[in-house]
């Protein structure tokens, strides 16, 4: 099993900046893919950025040149660096976890962005 714990979200102006921090924990094996998901009220979880332990990394077309998506394999950590944020980006941001074919989820963290 593995366990992750999100963090970093909040409230800002459109325009701002936020960074979130997913720490994994528990069986965490060496090779894996780790992501951050997003879902908006009444609509379905998407895809934001992904990358593998060799830093490879995939980002939605609506988040590139704005979301950087980084990780230090060391502390088991994935990073989420969110600049020029746009109301459209408001959602819970989900820490993802891929290793073994098996999913693993965070809790969540609410990103909520005004206009």
């Known amino acids: 099993q593995v366990q992750l714990v999100e963090s970093g979200g909040g409230l800002v102006q459109a325009g701002g900046s936020l960074r979130l921090s997913c720490a994994a924990s528990g069986s965490v094996f060496s090779i894996n893919v780790m992501g951050w998901y997003r879902q908006a009220p009444g609509k379905q979880r998407e895809l934001v950025a992904g990358?593998?332990?060799?830093?490879?990394?995939n980002y939605a077309d609506s988040v590139k040149g704005r979301f950087t998506i980084s990780r230090d394999n060391a502390k088991n950590m994935v990073y989420l660096q969110m600049n020029s944020l746009k109301p459209e980006d408001t959602a819970v941001y989900y820490c993802n976890h891929k290793q073994d074919w098996r999913n693993y989820w965070g809790q969540g963290t609410q990103v909520t962005v005004s206009s």
């Open positions: 990358i593998t332990t060799g830093g490879r990394t």
